[in-house]
Each structure stands twice: as structure tokens, then as C-alpha cells.
């Protein structure tokens, strides 16, 4: 596999497939784990890389597709509580506070969600 940025030619998914007020873990790349989630809040997507800002390599999901507090009011990291604000990313409560999540450059097209410019892998050697 290549370790450079490159350019998706196919979409995530398509918007109505993304539960309202739910996260969902994606692999764009196909490396064998999320690398980056999506969380809608009606109308509006919200995506981020699958790294706690707190320690570098920290996944943030207790299990698949769960990124959410238990009310789905924040991005929570299960590896230290952190919380999150879901429309900035921005950390409120936890280890990292005003530390922020990495957004990932989303657009939708055609009814189809798009990562917007070059996704670089998770994983880095």
C-alpha cells in the first residue's frame, strides 16, 4: 500500500444512508480500520479523522460506528473521556481541552458524500 495522500473516485456514501444524530466509521483507503468517521446532524455532515488529538494514535470509537457520548450530543474518545463538540471538534471536557479534532474535507454531491482533496492514511509507519 502507498503511504502517500491520494484522491478517492468513488464516494463514502450516500447522505441518506448516514443515520441522523449517529456516527460511522469509514476506511477510505481500505488499510483494515476506520481512519476517519462522519457524524450527521440533519442536514449537516460533519467528518474527522479517527486520531484523539490527547495521544496521537488513540482510536476514538468504543466499537464500531459508536463515536458518540451516550445522548449523541458529542464526540466522545473512549480512551479518555475526552469530549467533543460535534460541529468544530473542539474539546470541552477531558485531558485536551481547546485541543481540536482533525476535520476532514467533505462535499455533497449528487445526494453522495465526496472527501474534497487528497485523504492521507491513518496509519503512519
Known amino acids: 500500500m502507498s503511504w502517500e495522500p491520494r484522491e478517492l473516485t468513488e464516494p463514502l456514501c450516500r447522505v441518506e444512508d448516514?443515520?441522523?444524530?449517529?456516527?460511522?466509521?469509514?476506511?477510505?483507503?481500505?488499510?483494515?480500520r476506520d481512519t476517519m468517521f462522519v457524524v450527521r446532524k440533519g442536514a449537516q455532515?460533519?467528518?474527522?479523522?479517527?486520531?484523539?488529538?490527547?495521544y496521537d494514535r488513540a482510536?476514538?470509537?468504543?466499537?464500531?460506528?459508536?463515536?458518540?457520548n451516550?445522548?449523541?450530543?458529542?464526540?466522545?474518545?473512549?480512551?479518555h473521556g475526552?469530549?467533543?463538540?460535534?460541529e468544530d471538534g473542539v474539546c470541552e471536557i477531558g485531558p485536551c481541552i481547546g485541543a481540536r479534532l482533525t476535520p476532514v474535507p467533505v462535499d455533497i454531491r449528487?445526494?453522495?458524500?465526496?472527501?474534497?482533496g487528497p485523504y492521507a492514511p491513518g496509519f503512519r509507519r
Open 18 to 32: 448516514l443515520p441522523d444524530a449517529r456516527s460511522v466509521g469509514f476506511d477510505p483507503l481500505g488499510e483494515g
Open 70 to 79: 451516550g445522548d449523541h450530543s458529542r464526540i466522545m474518545c473512549a480512551a
Open 45 to 54: 455532515v460533519h467528518a474527522w479523522r479517527n486520531l484523539c488529538p490527547h
Open 82 to 86: 475526552a469530549l467533543f463538540r460535534i
Open 59 to 68: 482510536r476514538m470509537a468504543w466499537k464500531k460506528n459508536e463515536f458518540l
Open 110 to 116: 449528487g445526494g453522495a458524500l465526496w472527501i474534497v
